[in-house]
């Protein structure tokens, strides 16, 4: 785990999720600072269990993605966002959306 894994994290007690950014993890690359996220589920038989990792698609060094993130369920998806705030040209930020109907979590897009 990169050293601020858990300086961002969101949870839902619903489904006994969480997302933890780590804002300087560079996801085995060269782009220090890149950041990523990580999907954990808890369940009593098996504790804690990493589903997903999360990465942004060009992952460019010092980006920061992980900087933030928030967590929405309902009945029919999960939607994961994740905070990227030196993503862009300008460092101006972008946040990627990753949503799913069912227990899996996939990205869609960022922007």
Known sequence: YSPDFGS?????????LVVVGAQSDNGGTDAAWS???QVFTYSHLNGWQQ???????????GDAF???VALYE??????????APLEG????????LF??????VAGVGTG
Do not use: E, F, H, M
């Not at 961002?8 to 006994?16: E, F, G, K, P, Q």
């Not at 309902?74 to 905070?83: E, Y």
């Not at 949503?99 to 899996?104: F, Q």
């Open 51 to 61: 589903i997903a990792l999360l990465y942004a698609c060009d992952r460019r060094q």
């Open 35 to 37: 950041g990523g996220a």
């Open 89 to 96: 040209a300008a460092d101006d930020g972008v946040d990627a």
């Open 8 to 16: 961002a994290v969101a949870a839902s007690a619903r489904s006994n």
């Open 74 to 83: 309902s009945s029919i998806k999960l939607s994961v966002v994740v905070g």
């Open 99 to 104: 949503v799913t109907p069912g227990a899996a």
């Open 66 to 68: 992980g900087n933030a």
